[in-house]
């Protein structure tokens, strides 16, 4: 009896570690997007994967605004910052992962921000 006990705990901690080692080693798209009418955004993105955490900044003049990365890890997905010039505006930003549902965020009016995340 006692053998048998050990020998399904044995499986089943087999089993965790491939299930945590499957999910680990899937790779992931994270899309950003940026839409509306506001001019000279700055956007910054990050994704985060097993390398850590990777963020770059750029200045758009007008939208849409659109960028495609992949994340591999057990931590993976990404978030988004975009800023308004003071000239204002309206902008919305979204962040999907593996096209689930996009998470989001809309700002409008002079030197706004707004930020979403996904994982």
Known sequence: MVLVLVLLMA???VAIVVGISHEASKTV??????????????IAYSVWNDDGISTRSETV???PW????????????GSLV?????????ATCSVTVDNDKPKTATVSGPSAAASCSGF
């Open 82 to 90: 975009i800023s308004l010039s003071g000239s204002g505006g309206t």
């Open 11 to 13: 499986g089943g901690c």
């Open 66 to 77: 659109r960028k495609v990365l992949k994340a591999k890890g057990f931590t993976k997905g």
């Open 61 to 63: 003049r007008t939208l």
């Open 29 to 42: 798209e994270v899309e950003y997007a940026v839409t509306g009418n506001a001019r000279d955004v700055t």
